[in-house]
C-alpha cells in the first residue's frame, strides 16, 4: 500500500487499511480490537461498522504508544500505524508506511539476531502456520534508530490474528521504554561499580575473574591485591571527606597504570585489585612497581598540607584448576605478606604463605581463648636508676604459654591482637593487671614505684581509651604518677593519638617514647609532643660495647632529653661496660638483663631492700650483675 499520495483524510486512510485486511469477513472490530491491545471497549464495536472504526480510530490514538498493523514476511506491508510514531521515532506514519524496509534498517543488527519477536515477525506466513498458536502473545524490548540517529528503546508487545482464509496480520504496540531502560541501566551500573571511583565493585570484579579463568590464554592470569598503606591515618588527620579524596586519586592512579583490557577495581574500603590477562610474570611485576610509584607520586593536598600515597600489593598467578575465590585468597594473602615486609612494595604468593595465614588463624583462635581463660601472665622488668642502683620502677610485659603452642612470643600474638581487634581486650587487661599488682605490692612496701605499660596505636585511637585508664587508677586506689605508657614515635605523629596523650598527661600520668632514635621523631618536633621520658633504643649500647667507642650520638640523644626535661631511659643494658658508658654520657635510668631479669612482681622487694647502696659499684666493670630479678 503506497500511502504517500495522502489525498484522503486519516479517517479514510484507517478504514481503507481496515478494509484490505477484514475484507473477507468484514469485521473492523478484529482489527481495531486487537490494534488497540487491551484498552478497547467491547461496546463500542457494536452498532454501524464505519462508527465503530472512527471511535476506536480515535481511541488508539489517544494511546501515548505506536499501534500498528503489518503483514508477516520480510516483504510484508505495514497496513496501519498510528501517528504517535513521529514523536517517538520522528518519522511520519505515511513515510514509515511507504517503506516497507525502514524497520529493518533502523533495528539495532543485534536485537535483530537475538530478538524473538524479530525472527517472527520476518517469518514467512507458512512458518507462522506451522507454529499457530491461539492468543499467543510475542514480547520484547529492543532498540531501533531514531530519524536524528540517537537511539530508541521500545517493548513490542504483538500477536497474530488468522482470518477465515488462514491469512496472517500481526498487531502490535511499540512503547517508548528509552527512559525506563536508562534508569535500568543505571541502577545496574550503580549496583556493580563503586560510586566514589566509578571503578567495578567487588562483585563485578569476581565476575570478571570468573570468566578470566573459563578462557583460554596464551599467557598468564594474574590478579593484583592492592592496599594503600597507613589509610587509617589519613581518616583521623584529614577526617573521612579527607580520606574520601585519597580513595578517589588513588583510583584514578591505579586505573591510568593499567593496561588496555585490564580490569581496575575498588573492591572495598581502601583495597583495590587488578585483574590482568595473557601476560608473563615480569609483566604483572613490572605492572606492580608502576602502580606503586604511580601512587606515590600522587600527592592529594589538605589546608596547606600534602599527604602522599602509599601502597602494599599481593600478587597471585592462577594456576591449573584455580577457583575464584583461591586466586583472591592468595593474592590478598601475598598483600599481607607484602605489609608485614615494610610496606611499600609488592609480594608474589607462594604456598607457604597459606601455611602461614592457617597458623595464624589458629593463633588468633588460641588468644581468643587464653584471653577467655585469664591465661596471660605479666612478668616485670626492673627500670633501675644508674647512679644508685636502685628500682625506680618496673616494665610490664605480657606472657603467654599455650598448652599447645608452648611459649609464644610477644612479637607474634600482639601483631595478631592489632591485626584482629583483640588488642583492645588485652590492653585493657594489661593495665588493670598491671595496676592491681602494683596496689598490692604497695600495700606491703613503702617504696614509690611505677609501672610502665606499652599502649598500642590502635588504643590510642580509641576515644574511651583515656577514661578507661584512669578509671584503672582510681579502682586499684593508685595516683596517676604511678604509670606510664609507652608509646612509639609513629602514633605521636597521629592527631588522635596525641589528643590521647594529651588527655591522659592532663590527668598526670606520664608518657615516654618507646625505642626512641629509630623512628619519626625530629629535634624541631620532638618538644612539642606530650611526653616526659625518652627510651633509647638498645641498638644505640652496640657500639660502646667494649668501652672503647666514643658515644657521640648517644651523648646527643642524652643531651637533647636533657635540654628538653625528659627523663632518660636506656634499653637492653647487657654488661657493666654499658652501665660506664651510659653513666659517662649522662643517662639516669637503664634496664636489661644485665641489670635485673623479668620476673613475677613479688620478686622485686629483694631490690629496694638495698636502700640507697648502688647496685652497679661506679667502678664497675665486666662480670654478673649483682642481682637477678
Given at each position: 500500500?503506497?500511502?504517500?499520495?495522502?489525498?484522503s483524510?486519516?479517517?479514510?486512510?484507517?478504514?481503507?487499511?481496515?478494509?484490505?485486511v477484514?475484507?473477507?469477513t468484514?469485521d473492523?472490530?478484529?482489527?481495531f480490537d486487537l490494534?488497540?491491545l487491551?484498552?478497547?471497549?467491547?461496546?463500542?464495536?457494536?452498532?454501524?461498522p464505519r462508527?465503530?472504526?472512527?471511535?476506536?480510530?480515535?481511541?488508539?490514538?489517544?494511546?501515548?504508544?505506536?499501534?500498528?498493523v503489518?503483514?508477516?514476511?520480510?516483504?510484508g506491508?505495514?497496513?496501519?500505524?498510528?501517528?504517535?510514531?513521529?514523536?517517538?521515532l520522528?518519522?511520519?506514519?505515511?513515510?514509515?508506511?511507504?517503506?516497507?524496509?525502514?524497520?529493518?534498517?533502523?533495528?539495532?543488527?543485534q536485537d535483530?539476531?537475538?530478538?524473538?519477536?524479530?525472527?517472527?515477525?520476518?517469518?514467512?506466513?507458512?512458518d507462522?502456520?506451522?507454529?499457530?498458536?491461539?492468543?499467543?502473545?510475542?514480547?520484547?524490548?529492543?532498540?531501533?534508530?531514531?530519524r536524528?540517529?540517537?537511539t530508541?528503546?521500545?517493548?513490542?508487545d504483538?500477536?497474530?490474528?488468522?482470518?477465515?482464509?488462514?491469512?496472517?496480520t500481526?498487531?502490535?504496540?511499540?512503547?517508548?521504554?528509552?527512559?525506563?531502560k536508562?534508569?535500568?541501566?543505571?541502577?545496574?551500573?550503580?549496583?556493580?561499580?563503586d560510586a566514589?571511583?566509578?571503578?567495578?565493585?567487588?562483585k563485578?570484579?569476581?565476575?570478571?575473574?570468573?570468566?578470566?579463568?573459563?578462557?583460554?590464554?596464551?599467557?598468564?592470569?594474574a590478579v593484583?591485591?592492592?592496599?594503600?598503606?597507613?589509610?587509617?591515618?589519613v581518616n583521623?588527620?584529614?577526617?573521612?571527606?579527607g580520606?574520601d579524596?585519597?580513595?578517589?586519586?588513588?583510583?584514578?592512579?591505579?586505573?591510568s597504570?593499567?593496561?588496555?583490557?585490564?580490569?581496575a577495581?575498588?573492591?572495598g574500603?581502601?583495597?583495590?585489585?587488578?585483574?590482568?590477562?595473557?601476560?608473563?610474570i615480569?609483566?604483572?611485576t613490572?605492572?606492580?612497581?608502576?602502580?606503586?610509584?604511580?601512587?606515590?607520586?600522587?600527592?592529594?593536598?589538605f589546608?596547606?598540607?600534602?599527604?602522599?600515597?602509599?601502597?602494599?600489593i599481593?600478587?597471585?598467578?592462577a594456576?591449573?584448576?584455580?577457583?575464584?575465590?583461591?586466586?583472591?585468597?592468595?593474592?590478598?594473602?601475598?598483600m599481607?605478606?607484602?605489609?608485614?615486609?615494610?610496606?611499600?612494595?609488592?609480594?608474589?604468593?607462594?604456598?607457604t604463605l597459606?601455611?602461614t595465614?592457617?597458623?595464624?588463624?589458629?593463633?588468633?583462635?588460641?588468644?581468643?581463648?587464653?584471653?577467655?581463660?585469664?591465661?596471660?601472665?605479666?612478668?616485670?622488668?626492673?627500670?633501675?636508676?644508674?647512679?644508685?642502683?636502685a628500682?625506680?620502677?618496673?616494665?610490664?610485659?605480657?606472657?603467654?604459654?599455650?598448652?599447645q603452642?608452648g611459649e609464644v612470643?610477644?612479637?607474634?600474638?600482639?601483631?595478631?591482637?592489632?591485626?584482629?581487634?583483640?588488642?583492645?581486650?588485652?590492653?585493657?587487661?594489661?593495665?588493670?593487671?598491671?595496676?592491681?599488682?602494683?596496689?598490692?605490692?604497695?600495700?606491703?612496701?613503702?617504696?614509690?614505684?611505677?609501672?610502665?605499660?606499652?599502649?598500642?596505636?590502635l588504643?590510642?585511637?580509641n576515644?574511651?581509651?583515656?577514661s578507661?585508664?584512669?578509671q584503672?587508677?582510681l579502682?586499684?586506689?593508685?595516683?596517676?604518677?604511678?604509670?606510664?605508657?609507652?608509646?612509639?614515635?609513629?602514633?605521636?605523629?597521629v592527631?588522635?593519638?596525641?589528643?590521647?596523650?594529651?588527655?591522659?598527661?592532663?590527668?598526670?600520668?606520664r608518657?615516654?617514647?618507646?625505642?626512641?632514635?629509630?623512628?619519626?621523631?625530629?629535634?624541631?618536633?620532638?618538644?612539642h609532643l606530650?611526653v616526659?621520658?625518652v627510651?633509647?633504643?638498645?641498638?644505640?649500647?652496640?657500639?660502646?660495647?667494649?668501652?672503647?667507642t666514643?658515644?657521640?650520638?648517644?651523648?646527643?640523644?642524652?643531651?637533647l632529653?636533657?635540654?628538653?626535661?625528659?627523663?632518660?631511659?636506656c634499653?637492653?643494658?647487657?654488661?657493666?661496660?654499658?652501665?660506664?658508658?651510659?653513666?659517662?654520657?649522662?643517662c639516669?635510668?637503664?634496664q636489661g638483663?644485665?641489670?635485673?631479669?623479668?620476673?613475677?612482681l613479688?620478686?622485686?622487694?629483694?631490690?629496694f631492700e638495698?636502700?640507697?647502696?648502688?647496685?652497679?659499684?661506679?667502678?664497675?666493670?665486666?662480670?654478673?650483675?649483682?642481682?637477678?630479678v
Amino acid at each position: 500500500m503506497d500511502s504517500t499520495e495522502g489525498a484522503s483524510p486519516p479517517g479514510d486512510d484507517v478504514s481503507k487499511a481496515a478494509a484490505d485486511v477484514a475484507a473477507p469477513t468484514g469485521d473492523l472490530d478484529a482489527i481495531f480490537d486487537l490494534a488497540a491491545l487491551g484498552i478497547s471497549d467491547r461496546k463500542l464495536f457494536e452498532g454501524d461498522p464505519r462508527a465503530v472504526g472512527r471511535r476506536s480510530q480515535l481511541q488508539v490514538e489517544r494511546v501515548p504508544a505506536i499501534v500498528y498493523v503489518a503483514e508477516p514476511g520480510p516483504n510484508g506491508r505495514w497496513l496501519y500505524v498510528s501517528p504517535q510514531i513521529e514523536a517517538i521515532l520522528g518519522f511520519t506514519a505515511q513515510q514509515w508506511m511507504a517503506n516497507p524496509d525502514l524497520w529493518l534498517q533502523l533495528i539495532d543488527p543485534q536485537d535483530k539476531r537475538s530478538s524473538v519477536l524479530a525472527k517472527s515477525a520476518l517469518a514467512e506466513e507458512k512458518d507462522l502456520l506451522a507454529n499457530r498458536a491461539e492468543d499467543k502473545v510475542y514480547s520484547d524490548t529492543y532498540r531501533l534508530r531514531h530519524r536524528n540517529g540517537e537511539t530508541v528503546w521500545v517493548r513490542d508487545d504483538a500477536m497474530v490474528l488468522w482470518d477465515s482464509q488462514g491469512h496472517a496480520t500481526w498487531h502490535g504496540v511499540l512503547v517508548d521504554v528509552t527512559r525506563e531502560k536508562h534508569l535500568e541501566e543505571r541502577l545496574q551500573h550503580q549496583a556493580l561499580h563503586d560510586a566514589l571511583t566509578g571503578l567495578p565493585n567487588r562483585k563485578l570484579f569476581q565476575d570478571r575473574v570468573r570468566q578470566a579463568l573459563w578462557k583460554p590464554h596464551t599467557g598468564q592470569i594474574a590478579v593484583l591485591f592492592i592496599d594503600l598503606d597507613n589509610f587509617k591515618t589519613v581518616n583521623d588527620r584529614f577526617g573521612h571527606a579527607g580520606g574520601d579524596e585519597v580513595i578517589a586519586a588513588a583510583g584514578r592512579r591505579i586505573q591510568s597504570c593499567a593496561r588496555e583490557g585490564d580490569t581496575a577495581s575498588r573492591v572495598g574500603g581502601d583495597e583495590f585489585a587488578l585483574l590482568v590477562e595473557a601476560v608473563t610474570i615480569e609483566d604483572v611485576t613490572a605492572l606492580a612497581n608502576r602502580v606503586i610509584a604511580g601512587l606515590s607520586k600522587t600527592e592529594v593536598a589538605f589546608s596547606r598540607q600534602t599527604l602522599t600515597i602509599g601502597a602494599s600489593i599481593g600478587i597471585a598467578i592462577a594456576g591449573p584448576g584455580e577457583t575464584t575465590e583461591t586466586l583472591l585468597r592468595s593474592a590478598d594473602l601475598a598483600m599481607y605478606e607484602a605489609k608485614r615486609q615494610g610496606r611499600g612494595r609488592h609480594v608474589l604468593y607462594e604456598p607457604t604463605l597459606y601455611a602461614t595465614a592457617r597458623n595464624h588463624s589458629r593463633l588468633r583462635e588460641a588468644l581468643q581463648t587464653a584471653l577467655a581463660d585469664d591465661v596471660i601472665t605479666l612478668a616485670y622488668m626492673p627500670i633501675v636508676d644508674l647512679g644508685t642502683g636502685a628500682v625506680a620502677g618496673v616494665e610490664a610485659l605480657a606472657r603467654w604459654s599455650d598448652r599447645q603452642l608452648g611459649e609464644v612470643p610477644p612479637s607474634q600474638f600482639i601483631q595478631v591482637a592489632e591485626e584482629t581487634g583483640l588488642i583492645h581486650e588485652l590492653g585493657h587487661w594489661v593495665i588493670e593487671q598491671a595496676c592491681r599488682d602494683l596496689a598490692d605490692w604497695r600495700s606491703v612496701h613503702s617504696a614509690e614505684v611505677y609501672v610502665s605499660v606499652n599502649a598500642s596505636p590502635l588504643q590510642l585511637e580509641n576515644d574511651q581509651f583515656a577514661s578507661s585508664v584512669v578509671q584503672s587508677l582510681l579502682d586499684h586506689g593508685l595516683e596517676p604518677s604511678a604509670l606510664v605508657l609507652e608509646v612509639t614515635e609513629g602514633m605521636l605523629l597521629v592527631e588522635r593519638g596525641r589528643q590521647s596523650l594529651r588527655e591522659l598527661r592532663a590527668h598526670g600520668i606520664r608518657v615516654a617514647i618507646d625505642d626512641f632514635g629509630t623512628g619519626y621523631s625530629s629535634l624541631s618536633y620532638l618538644r612539642h609532643l606530650p611526653v616526659d621520658m625518652v627510651k633509647i633504643d638498645q641498638t644505640f649500647l652496640s657500639p660502646i660495647e667494649d668501652n672503647t667507642t666514643d658515644p657521640a650520638f648517644l651523648r646527643a640523644i642524652i643531651r637533647l632529653a636533657e635540654t628538653l626535661h625528659l627523663v632518660t631511659i636506656c634499653e637492653g643494658v647487657e654488661t657493666a661496660g654499658h652501665v660506664c658508658n651510659l653513666r659517662a654520657a649522662g643517662c639516669g635510668y637503664g634496664q636489661g638483663d644485665f641489670l635485673a631479669r623479668p620476673g613475677p612482681l613479688a620478686d622485686v622487694p629483694a631490690i629496694f631492700e638495698l636502700g640507697s647502696r648502688p647496685l652497679i659499684p661506679p667502678e664497675a666493670g665486666t662480670g654478673e650483675p649483682s642481682i637477678k630479678v
